[in-house]
């Protein structure tokens, strides 16, 4: 549990010293030893850790729930009955068990271990009302579980009509809804952090500075838990939805000091990153481009996008400062990436350095190495290759004339992180497909030039998930960004198309039959290789057989997770080279190879895929000037949910990366879909990042209007937040790390 609250080390004078909210949870009524010590099992040590624990979710309790709609009630909701006591037993020492009847329904309420005499307060007929815990029971009744009586609290006749909002009775307001302790009882929570908010709220520090919350209009800290966690029951319609939706003014203040947070750990990361020295590349741009473009017609009927115009601009310009180039490129499938990070090799060849790419798989590497050893040719750069499977013979050679300068791109996988390769003038690390590596591996590839620690190769992050700028901000916000909003031209877009059950399959199978006739290749890919426990599971091995035998003589492939890598290349590369015409895979399989001659693809269970996994997969067909195709197969359409279906019809609908991806992050809501666990940044207290992309933008403003008026964080107003950052970073496990 990431603490919340950050106390400057020596309490103000102001406040009484004998309270802070590092107090630990044991000073708080209801929290003796067991409890704390459940409480502490759960991160939670101090009054700040539980002021920092948020309401899931509220149960309005001004509204009276009719007996028999409880049936559509979720489990744990905490809601209001009312009507007549019916039978009423005791079971001594066990429970007591008090049956609420009316309006042709009933529902049991319980409440265990509890004395005797409390079945007294209950007559049989009398009116009464209960607040408390639905539970679905073992026997599958629904029952309430130690709920307060509030009978009197209804007393009135006007209150409490069924559905009605009451006019805020005394103790039935809006109550907050906490996550699970294990072996604290809702109850018990609620009231710790009750006593935590009335006692300590107003000692909790402030870490957002007044400039920031006035410019902002964000209420302060003590005001913003009193609303999470204490709701006013007379809080107007309007706010009370924003509470419930989490879009409060109290919710956005805490989910910017979330923001802000990250985003002033990445100005600081940036701030440091520029002052550290790197080796310019001061290579003429103008000549060395006209070499590249060269070299690229060379290749094929070349001719730079304007987007990568653009973006060899910007790396150009980076790359000519005396401090190192911290930038990312972000490009849909098939934008061009690989001539950009050429064009960014050569530029540090022409000023004598070298330049380490590094691809998350050998197949990746591999065909980089086919790629720009073409194209560097020409200019008389050498390119090689250096993977866990290079023989040793070969990775010794390629090591030697790596030291002597005369291999100008090595390429490889993570094995180019080994400390021993030690390359005399690396001037450029170039990543691709940044998704799949940590933070780690980045400042590592940077510090694989051993004999230069003092200076730091400039870096070129890549990227095919299409990303939007906001996002961009949040999971590489120390990084600068260059984006590839362009196609290159000539390449008829991917058609996008959504087929079900049998006829689906016919019509799938008879577009494979004329893709391999008219001499393409296709690929099709099923959600689980061989077995799995859900009936009608499509499988790959199934699939595989099927097709071998409906679509014969074609030549089908298999792939998938469970083969021996030697293998898996072995399919992939047959299917590169033409020796295949149908891959069958899993998605366990690395698809980012680059084959120009594939046209189609069928995904079958399409349902069962994610919207930027599906655009992924697309991306893979209609690359060599020929129009793609993708068929998304689904088994029918009563099998598949509303969102599904809606994820299949925004793909059917567009093929821009990016709107797929913006739409991904509203619909998932998910920040996680993007790795922003795995980047190492800190978490967020409110997973929904999609509501907050523009607070998020305003927190970037503000962390840069922070770091450029007080790059160290040195000034007494930024004390609070400084140790705030610190705090939080250090729980990502992520700012000592990569200081660079
Ligand atoms: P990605 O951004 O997915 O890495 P690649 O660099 O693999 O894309 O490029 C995809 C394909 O587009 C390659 O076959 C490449 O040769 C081609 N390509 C890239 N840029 C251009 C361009 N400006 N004009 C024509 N073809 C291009
Ligand atoms: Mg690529």
Redesign the pocket.
Known sequence: MSSLLNVASSPSPLSSPSRSVEDPVSLLPGAGPATSARLAARGLRTVADLLGLLPRGYDDLRVVTPLGALASIEEGRVVVVRGTVGRIRVFPGRFLDVVVEGEGAEIHARWFRVPGGMAKQFVRGAAVALAGPLRVATSGERELVHPANVTALLATPAAGAAGAVLAAPAGLGIRARYPQVEGVSGRVLEKIISAAVDRYADRAVECLPPGTRARLDLPPLGVALRAIHQPSPSSPPGELDALLAARSPAHRRLALEDLLIIQLGFSVRRQRARIQPARPCDADVGLTMERVRGA?RG???????EA?ERAIAEIARDMAQPRPMQRLLV?????????VAFAAASLAAASGGQTLLMAPTEILAEQHVR?LSALARPLGMRVALLTAGTPRPIRESTLALGRQGQVHILVGTQSLLDKRIALPDVRLAII?EQHRFGVTQRARLRRTDEGREDELPHLLV?T?TPIPRTLALTLYGDLDASV?DQL????APTVTGLCAGEEGRALAEQQLRATVEQGHQAFVVCPVRAVSTRAGAVTAVDRYAALERSLAPARVGLVHGEQGSGQKDAVLRGFAAGELDVLVATTVVELGI?V?NATLMVVEEADRFGLAQLHQLR?RVG??GFPGQCLLWVAGDREIGEEARERLRLLVSTNDGFRVAEADLTMRGHGDLFGLRQAGVPRLRFSDLGGYLSLLEEARHEAERIVAADPTLSLAEHQPLRSAMETRWAEGQVFGEEAG
């Not at 290749?299 to 996008?305: E, N």
């Not at 490009?331 to 001539?339: F, N, Q």
Request: proline share 12%; no cysteine; charged share 20%.
């Open positions: 690229l290749s094929g009927p070349f001719v730079l996008t990568q490009g849909d499938v098939g934008s061009g990436k690989t001539a790629t691709d890549m095919a590839l290159p031209p000539g390449r680059d120009p991306g690359r060599g």
